[in-house]
T-cell receptor, first 110, second 113 residues
Framework: GESVGLHLPTLSVQEGDNSIINCAYS??????FIWYKQESGKGPQFIID?????DKRQGQRVTVLLNKTVKHLSLQIAATQPGDSAVYFC?????????FGQGTRLTINP | EAQVTQNPRYLITVTGKKLTVTCSQN?????MSWYRQDPGLGLRQIYY???????DKGDVPEGYKVSRKEKRNFPLILESPSPNQTSLYFC????????????FGPGTRLTVT
């Protein structure tokens, strides 16, 4: 069936370190894979996406990696800052529909 | 400022009392969607609309109605709310062809007693 899941529900990192958030998916037919960030009390905010025919895409301080062989998606945040504290959702897209994973809470230790 | 607005932000109501949560966007987006967010279940799509007068069911449409009479507005209607509809609701919009880059509203926390 169609599902998007996460390996870990929480992740704690030191300020300045790199963060890696992982996600597993099951629908090989998805066109895009997307990462959203949700800060406390706010709606999700688009971070970065990757098309299914790519394996890597970089943005500002973020990199998304897609491994279609093992159906795995990851979000790497470089030099993690306090403002990166949030819940991060992976999602897969197809046919005008988004399917979200359960989310990983990222906390930053000073 | 480009944004999606929702009202009310917080609502406590009783079982069976009809309510409407409004959603409006000022970005001229054709596609709009409603989600509910529950602990451990993530975001699940309730209904979506690809344009005016075009709506379709998402993954969890039972107990909800929507309408799309104007491009900017997409209200969510609960005709007879029940406690299992207690949740955090988000409205989102995007341009056609970019279903992944959705703009979300601030959320409406609904409690049904």
């Amino acid at each position: 069936g169609e599902s998007v899941g996460l390996h870990l529900p929480t992740l704690s990192v030191q300020e300045g370190d790199n963060s890696i958030i992982n996600c597993a998916y099951s629908n090989s037919a998805s066109d895009y894979f997307i990462w959203y960030k949700q800060e406390s009390g706010k709606g999700p905010q688009f971070i970065i996406d990757i098309r299914s025919n790519m394996d890597k895409r970089q943005g500002q301080r973020v990199t998304v990696l897609l491994n279609k062989t093992v159906k795995h998606l990851s979000l790497q945040i470089a030099a993690t800052q306090p403002g990166d504290s949030a819940v991060y959702f992976c999602a897969e897209s197809g046919a005008q529909k988004l399917v979200f994973g359960q989310g990983t809470r990222l906390t930053i230790n000073p | 400022e480009a944004q999606v607005t929702q009202n009310p932000r917080y609502l406590i109501t009783v079982t069976g009392k009809k309510l409407t949560v409004t959603c409006s966007q000022n970005m001229n987006h054709e596609y709009m969607s409603w989600y509910r967010q529950d602990p451990g279940l993530g975001l699940r799509q309730i209904y979506y609309s690809m344009n005016v007068e075009v709506t379709d069911k998402g993954d969890v449409p039972e107990g909800y109605k929507v309408s799309r009479k104007e491009k900017r507005n997409f209200p969510l209607i609960l005709e007879s709310p029940s406690p299992n509809q207690t949740s955090l609701y988000f409205c989102a919009s995007n341009l056609p062809g970019t279903s992944y880059e959705q703009y979300f509203g601030p959320g409406t926390r609904l409690t049904v007693t």
